[in-house]
Structures are given as C-alpha cells and as structure tokens.
C-alpha cells in the first residue's frame, strides 16, 4: 500500500482521472502561452486557438474567424476580448459571441489549468 501511494505522489490525479475518461487533452504547459498572447493547436483534426489573457485566464476558441478565416492567436486579446488580426472584428472568448459586429459567434471549448500547469481542454464542446 505504501508503495501505491508513494507511486502516486507528484502526479496530478485530476489530470489522470480526466485522462482516464476520455474528458480532456493534455496540451502541455500553461507558460508556453506568454500573457496575452494565444496559441493554435491541433486536436483530434481541429485548429483550436488557446487563448492566455494578461490576467491569466485560458479559453479556447475555433482557430479561424468566422469572418474570413483570420488567425485569431494572432489578434490583440484586451481583458476578455480577442480582435481579429484581419478585420479588427471583436469577439468575447469567453463566449464566443461578436462584440460590436453582426458576425458568426466563435465555437468555444472548455478548457482548463490543472494543478502541474497543463492546459486540459475537454473533449465536449
Ligand atoms: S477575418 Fe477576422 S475580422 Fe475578417
């Protein structure tokens, strides 16, 4: 027995039960993404734009604007919001939907920071 739980030690449970499940990917450390900066990944065939505000908070969004495919990880992120790097069309990452345009919302993600520091994006919508 102790040696199941010393074999346990410095591993984040959550991260292994939502792995377990089949719930989330782990995308790797937190800190690749400066502050107010956002990331694309590729997960299960998708382009998924993780996002790090200046305060800290992930999302996760479509990698393209709805507009006209813009790279939104390229855009400027002020608090909650991304603009889009082409068209300077804003979005709410924490929804999805345009801010001050009558564009299509951005398809949002759950995602998270697990105790180790990885970003763990759910596998549901
Ligand atoms: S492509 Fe994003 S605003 Fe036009």
Redesign the pocket.
């Known amino acids: 027995m102790a040696d199941r739980i010393e074999s346990m030690q410095g591993i984040d449970m959550m991260s292994v039960l939502e792995a377990a499940r089949g719930l989330a990917y782990s995308l790797g450390p937190v800190e690749q993404i400066p502050l107010g900066e956002g990331r694309v990944f590729e997960v299960d065939g998708r382009s998924i734009a993780v996002f790090r505000t200046r305060q800290g908070e992930v999302f996760a969004t479509q990698a393209a ?1 709805p ?4 790279p939104l990880c390229d855009g400027i992120i002020g608090g909650r919001q991304v603009v ?1 790097p ?4 804003k979005f709410d990452l924490a929804t999805g939907n345009p801010v001050g345009n009558d564009c299509e919302a951005l398809r949002t993600y759950v995602v998270s920071v697990s105790e180790s520091g990885d970003i763990l994006l759910s596998s549901h919508d």
């Open positions: 604007c507009h006209r495919e813009g889009c082409l068209h300077a069309y």
